[in-house]
């Protein structure tokens, strides 16, 4: 993989070349205490001092809500359909995501490019060019390391930056040639690297259990107490999932506007919520939080990696930090190891 | 806490609790523990770390409800909780003994709600201090700043419904927002539809939110919903008084109620 080096004072000179492109440009901003992925106009509001952000970059291709199209009836009593435009979609710079999240779109690509391709996520995907940043801080949430992944992994990054030296500047390891050409924007901003090992800079994220063993246990575990037990205290909330950067559930709702005109929304959507799998009939199949709960585990670490080959879950630890009432999932994982 | 958990432990092991709601050692933070053995009882602590609303559990039907006996260890506005879901026929009396931390810092059993309510008369609730700041700033704003803080704020919500969940005052099997004949209100995250939520959500608490601020406790992206209901607390103690056993301002109509907010 080509690396270069680009040093801290010229980062800035090089994301305000690539917003002059035209492109928008997404990266964390604090405010009010919080860390969340938005659309700068500067590099000057960009803020790397966080472990992790609030929210996940997943929006950015998989929108909390979105137009999948609109209808207009004619006075004649014809429909006219306006069809899921791509050409409204800004080319997209995301700066700043973590490897973890990074990794996570990977199975979010896995669930929207399974059987039919989704034309929303992939047009979206198709314009958004990824730079990751590397980890050199964890807190006690953080587990990637536990689930295959590393605070210096380069998957699903266009390009991975690390910081090196004391602080003064980045390791840029170009990983794809969207990655390529956007370091080109920057010209000589970007110096030759020779000798420099990322390793040396990178946190240190213990590995808190084995992932086969609890994949192996979880799926004999179907009829077990440990749900139950689990998720006692989970409040049914969607902050797990809606902080996740691989979880895809989504609602389809319609916008009508009376008067025959109206949209088709696409919005997020939680296997927590009590009306998830509702049946019109009034039958729930799952009716207790501790079978939705069992759902969002076996989904993530049983019946993803079974069809898609990849888990969904990548250790970022969002859910934990998010959860009103500390449902710690490297904690409940890890218990799956002892069964 | 000794004493705590030696007091669940036995109210456990002699069947008079089928399961004790108090806290245990959490990632960062004490969390809850629905304990239901002795053995579980000895996870339980109880420090001033511990601010939460448990009452929120006494209305999930997979833990406390069908007759089932429950000890709980409550909060001021916790035990204010557990007195309006009396009111509101969601308890039963003697199916609750709470634990109330009282203004010594220690916990005082509370065999009855009817002792719950007794001690909440004779006691002046903790200061709301923060939030009465916090809402004081808030009101002194301009219309126009005012709209600019809260669309602002609101915008950033995607109805993860944390707030909802959080809340033992929130207990309607079915919520508002899950309704889509009619579709009152807008269901996907947009900030004029999460402003909506967070307006109706609120209205349905008049006169009886317990004002314990575990909605903006909840919420994953620390948006300040609870001072929006600590707010119309206010508002409603001031135009209508406290509620009552009989009913409070969202339960009842009285033709002497004041309209000149309409308009």
């Known amino acids: 993989m080509e690396q270069k080096y680009i040093p801290k004072a010229s980062l800035k000179a090089w994301l305000g070349k690539v917003r002059d492109d035209g492109r928008r440009l997404y990266a964390p901003v604090t405010e009010n205490g919080k860390t969340s992925f938005r659309r700068v106009k500067s590099a000057d509001e960009i803020s790397m001092e966080h472990v992790q952000t609030a929210q996940s970059a997943k929006g950015v291709a998989f929108p909390r809500t979105e137009r999948l199209f609109s209808y207009v009836r004619q006075p004649d009593g014809d429909v006219t359909l306006q069809d899921y435009d791509p050409s409204a979609i800004p080319d997209t710079v995301v700066f700043g995501l973590r490897p973890c999240d990074a990794a996570a779109l990977k199975p979010l690509s896995g669930i929207f490019g399974w059987d039919t391709e989704d034309k929303p996520f992939s047009e979206r995907m198709r314009r958004v060019v990824f730079v990751g940043v590397s980890c050199s801080r964890c807190d006690a949430f953080c587990f990637c390391t536990s689930v295959g992944g590393h605070p210096g992994s380069a998957e699903g990054s266009d390009i991975l930056l690390t910081v090196v030296g004391d602080g003064e500047g980045y390791l840029a390891e170009i990983v794809t040639d969207r990655g390529r050409a956007l370091v080109e924007k920057g010209g000589d901003l970007f110096e030759s690297a020779t000798g420099i090992s990322k390793e040396d800079y990178l946190a240190e994220v213990p590995v808190r259990f084995s992932v086969e063993e609890v994949q192996r246990k979880m799926a004999g575990a179907f009829e077990g107490d440990i749900w139950k037990s689990q998720s006692a205290r989970c409040l049914g909330c969607g902050a797990c999932a809606f902080v996740c950067p691989a979880c895809a559930c989504f609602d389809i709702q319609e916008n009508a506007r009376g008067s025959g005109a109206g949209d088709r929304i696409r919005c997020w959507d939680s296997c927590g919520f009590s009306l998830f799998t509702l049946h019109t009939s009034g039958h729930n199949p799952r009716s207790t939080q501790s079978q939705r709960w069992r759902q969002r585990l076996l989904h993530k670490f049983c019946y993803m990696p079974q069809r898609l080959s990849v888990r969904g879950c990548t250790g970022c630890g969002r859910c934990s930090r998010a959860c009103p009432v500390d449902m710690n999932l490297a904690e409940h994982l890890g218990e799956f190891e002892h069964l | ?263």
């Open chain 2, 1 to 263: 806490m000794n004493e705590l958990r030696s007091k669940a432990k036995e109210l456990l092991d002699s069947k008079a609790v089928d399961l004790f709601i108090g806290y245990e050692e959490g990632t960062r933070l004490p969390r809850p523990l629905i304990a239901t053995s002795a053995e579980e009882a000895d996870r339980l602590i109880f420090d001033e770390r511990c601010t939460g609303n448990l009452a929120v559990y006494l209305t999930r039907k997979d833990l406390a409800a069908g007759g089932r006996k429950v000890g709980i260890v409550a909060s001021y506005y916790a035990m204010r909780s557990i007195s309006r879901l009396l009111d509101e026929n969601q308890l039963r009396e003697g199916a609750v003994k709470v634990f109330g931390l009282t203004q010594d810092g220690g916990l005082t059993l509370f065999e009855a709600i009817a002792d719950v309510k007794q001690y909440l008369q004779e006691t002046p609730a903790p200061s709301r201090q923060v939030e009465d700041e916090w809402a004081k700033e808030i009101a002194e704003m301009s219309a126009a700043e005012r709209w600019k803080y809260w669309t602002g704020e609101l915008s950033k919500c995607f109805k993860c419904y944390a707030c909802r969940a959080a809340c033992p005052m929130c207990y309607c099997t079915r919520c508002i927002v899950e309704v889509n004949r009619p579709q009152w209100l807008q269901p996907w995250a947009a900030t004029m539809s999460n402003m909506e939520w967070q307006l109706n959500r609120v209205m349905h608490m008049a006169g009886r939110c317990s004002d314990c601020g575990a909605c903006g406790a909840a919420c994953p992206l620390g948006l300040p919903v609870h001072i929006i209901a600590h707010k119309m607390t206010e508002i409603v103690r001031q135009n209508f008084g406290e509620p009552t056993e009989t009913g409070n301002v969202l339960s009842t109509f009285s033709p002497n109620d004041k309209e000149n907010f309409i308009g």
